[in-house]
Nanobody, 117 residues
Framework: VQLVESGGGLVQAGGSLRLSCAASGSTFSINAMGWYRQAPGKQRELVAAITSGGGSTNYADSVKGRFTISRDNAKNTMYLQMDSLKPEDTAVYYC???????????WGQGTLVTVSS
């Protein structure tokens, strides 16, 4: 399975962006998925995660109430709606999927989000 992120870019503080993660290949074996981010000089961190059916989600405290994760399994795509963006949200955003019975981790290449103050 392959993951490709899109939707990153430059936005002013207070603005919004919607990231997409399109999956291809053996998508029928994708289980939970998530969005992670890595800011310069920092470790990669979990932003939001969603179960295979989309019925359960969880968020990092720093994005609760501002970001919304969702997925459309018919389109093999996961989304991250980001509202009220802050400069500290600037990072490369990655999507991750857990694949197969062993939960193999599959990562996308990342998309850069830059929030200006």
């Amino acid at each position: 399975v392959q993951l490709v992120e899109s939707g990153g870019g430059l936005v002013q503080a207070g603005g919004s962006l919607r990231l997409s993660c399109a999956a291809s290949g053996s998508t029928f074996s994708i289980n939970a998925m998530g969005w992670y981010r890595q800011a310069p000089g920092k470790q990669r961190e979990l932003v939001a995660a969603i179960t295979s059916g989309g019925g359960s989600t969880n968020y990092a405290d720093s994005v609760k109430g501002r970001f919304t994760i969702s997925r459309d399994n018919a389109k093999n795509t996961m989304y991250l709606q980001m509202d009220s963006l802050k400069p500290e949200d600037t990072a490369v955003y990655y999507c991750k999927a857990e694949w197969g019975s062993l939960g193999l981790e599959v990562w996308g290449q990342g998309t850069l989000v830059t929030v200006s103050s």
